[in-house]
């Protein structure tokens, strides 16, 4: 027998508010559901890209460690990371000075911001990160004015300096140096310790590197190889076999002299056609049977005569 019992009309309405509401828009009785809506999922996902790109992530070169310290503090302070020696996912790079050292010469391949201090300075006065253009070295003509030392290598440095902004837009905006200065670069490195930080360098700013005990005797697909001098005597077999399969020799600083006569060839050929430069136009960099001097610049093909007076220690290596 069917019940008589009535069921209020209000019973839908109470139930409801006894379990919470079915979705945000309901009057808040209970906690309301996770809004799952594909904007709200794309907003907050784009959030963590847009902050991820903007993390700020800083090595130190050249700086004194009281002075290193108080700028890190400043750097986490405003939500930045500091990598220690600049082999990882890095933005920016401080240095007082741009010199031909190492830690220095990879960041300006790989395209970075090469800072002053005063950069970080600033920020911490505003409490946040400021531009970073006026701390830019080499930027509006400045030259490297603290690196007041004399000799051939802070003359390097200085030049180095010079070309800092223009491989930070390069590596940022061309193709063919889309993953840094040594895109493209296959190459085998003769030598000591010394080598091995130009292989990490190499590879750091785009290139592939390997050091000769790695490679052995195949040098297929190699576009040059370079030499450490001191060491150079160990390698004789290996730099006839190069030379006859017209592999270009260059010494061991050949990653710097052509980051500092790549980006003059550019301006030269902006300056004379009032365009860009192409790839067809590269300037190649002369060979060593074509120059006359018996000293020539670093980072020049070798030919094996010259190669063995690098190696006798007769060479200059400038």
Known sequence: M????RIPQDWLVKTCEFAGPLNSTMKPTGAPMQDLSLSVIHESTTVGIKEKAELKVIYFAGVENELKQRLTRIVEDLGGMVDADGNGGVSHLITPAVTNGIKIVKGIARGLWVLT?????????????????????GQSGKTNDNNTKIGEKYEQGRRLATVC?????????????????????????CGGILAEAVV??????GGNAQMHH???????????????????????????????LKIPIHRLDHPIDFLIKEQQNNRNISSTTGAPKKQAERVKPRIFEEASASRRPSG????????RKLRAGTMGNR
């Open 165 to 189: 902004r223009p491989w930070r837009l390069e590596v940022a905006s061309s193709p063919e140096y889309v993953c840094g200065a040594y895109s493209g670069w296959n190459v085998v490195v």
């Open 200 to 205: 990490e360098l190499i590879k750091l700013a």
């Open 214 to 244: 790695d490679i052995g005797a195949n040098f297929t697909g190699l576009t040059h190889a370079l030499f450490e001098s001191k060491n150079c005597g160990y390698y004789e077999k290996s730099a006839r076999k190069l030379l006859e």
């Open 2 to 5: 069917a019940s008589n019992t």
């Open 300 to 307: 020049l093909t070798l030919s094996f005569d010259d190669w």
């Open 117 to 137: 201090p005063e950069f970080l300075t600033q920020c911490r006065k505003e409490g946040r990160f400021v531009s970073e253009e006026p701390y830019e070295h």
